[in-house]
């Protein structure tokens, strides 16, 4: 490269190693001729953005996608995603799976991760990416795996925002691409006899859980975050179990608390388990060993072993196979019938849920004749605030105490269930 066709703030270094760049807010910096004309760009781009730190060598030579993909798996090992809290080992293999298209080591038939002339997308770099080839593979996959192709949109868009926070560029209308989910499959939750039976094959510790949750609606992450103040057992005319508004799922305004109103069985239940919660502890539903539960350990401790008990209980009754449906666990199936494999050639097994008690409060409380209108309530349904305004424009808590009175004076969940000749 001569001296005049040097472009502006450029010149040769004086000891003739390179090019020196002196861009106004910059540092002085030296590169390679063939590195001029990146850089100049690059720090175009960044005194726009107001960034006046020079860019790194790995930053001008372009990251690829296989490498934003590792670093967003490094992060989510280290780090976290969302919740703050790294990932264990089952969580990471599923990362993976979901990563393998970014990675460069899914083997597909069809179709294929790869864009123009056959280049796999992970080799490309990131602001090379095309859009409409990953949009295509996308759609593509998701005919073929609905809910792989949903996971592996989603763990691209995050790999993408990470980068995007390193500092890399890339092609905005990327962080746009998704795979419409499926309408899920409409679950069966227990029924009330079942769920007793579920609770008796679970630590004594925590089995009340299951019984509370199935009545007073509340999402699993609530039950698990709840301790002591929450709790009012000397509250008229009823007592009470208050989830906090920034405890509550959605974007609820400060102080938009859901107050539940307790059945007489319910606060038994809730007296016992203050008594039975293992060590001293503030929470509700604390581990065995005192502290919080994480997600991964409470499916693993306590869920996964509950339902394997009761499943393997109800099939040894009912003269069933090993593997045999069951109300608590059962094989997934394809649309052709046959059960699906994992990655290791086994059988993929589906369950009961903890969010399937939210569903069963539902179903029980319409099945003792509690209105939809007041179980909505008592569920605490956003509907953008059309069904408690216009339904409970007066007295929501006036209706919401005659229901649990009339379930109270027949004795409870179960043998109202038996008044009404409701199944359980």
């Not at 609820?252 to 059945?263: F, K, P, Q, S």
């Not at 006036?398 to 109202?416: C, F, K, N, S, T």
Request: hydrophobic fraction near 40%; charged fraction near 25%; proline fraction near 6%.
């Amino acid at each position: 490269m001569s001296t005049t066709a040097l472009p502006k703030y450029c010149r040769w270094h004086p000891s003739g190693t390179g090019v020196q760049i002196r861009y106004p807010g910059f540092r002085s910096t030296t590169v390679t001729p063939t590195e001029v004309i990146t850089t100049l760009a690059e720090l175009e781009r960044r005194a726009a953005d107001g960034n006046f730190t020079l860019p790194t060598k790995k930053a001008l030579r372009g990251t690829t996608l296989r490498e934003a993909a590792a670093d967003h798996l490094h992060r989510l090992e280290t780090v976290g995603g969302k919740q703050g809290r790294a990932y264990k080992q089952s969580g990471l293999k599923a990362a993976r799976r979901d990563h393998r298209p970014w990675l460069g080591t899914q083997v597909v038939d069809d179709p294929k991760p790869v864009g123009p002339g056959g280049v796999p997308f992970a080799d490309m770099r990131l602001a090379a990416l095309p859009v409409d080839a990953i949009d295509l593979y996308l759609e593509a996959r998701a005919a073929k795996a609905p809910r792989a192709a949903v996971n592996e949109a989603q763990s691209f868009r995050n790999t993408l925002l990470l980068a995007q926070r390193r500092g890399e560029q890339f092609d905005p209308r990327l962080l746009t691409l998704v795979v419409k989910r499926q309408k899920p499959a409409k679950r069966r939750p227990l029924t009330w006899d079942e769920l007793h039976v579920l609770a008796s094959w679970t630590q004594e510790y925590i089995r009340r859980l299951w019984l509370l949750g199935g009545t007073l609606g509340c999402r699993i992450s609530e039950l698990l975050q709840a301790d002591e103040t929450w709790l009012d057992l000397n509250a008229k005319p009823r007592a009470t179990f208050t989830v906090p508004w920034w405890a509550r799922k959605g974007n609820h305004a400060e102080g938009d608390d859901l107050v539940i109103h307790l059945l007489a069985e319910e606060v038994v239940l809730f007296r016992e388990q203050l008594v039975a919660r293992g060590r001293p502890s503030t929470l509700l539903f604390p581990r065995l060993q005192g502290g919080d539960w994480r997600h991964n350990h409470f499916w693993e401790d306590v869920v996964a072993p509950s339902r394997r008990k009761a499943a393997a209980a109800y099939r040894d009754q009912h003269g069933l196979a090993d593997g045999a449906w069951t109300p608590y666990e059962w094989p997934l199936l394809s649309r052709e019938g046959r059960p699906v494999l994992d990655d290791d050639g086994q059988p993929v097994i589906r369950g009961f849920q903890p969010h399937d008690l939210r569903r069963g409060t539902a179903t029980v409380l319409k099945q003792v004749g509690v209105p939809s209108n007041v179980v909505a309530a008592r569920l605490g349904h956003a509907d953008d605030g059309w069904l408690v305004d216009t339904t409970y424009a007066t007295t929501p808590d006036e209706a919401v105490l005659a229901h649990l009175d009339a379930i109270d004076r027949a004795g409870g969940i179960g043998a109202r269930l038996k008044a009404v000749g409701g199944t359980s």
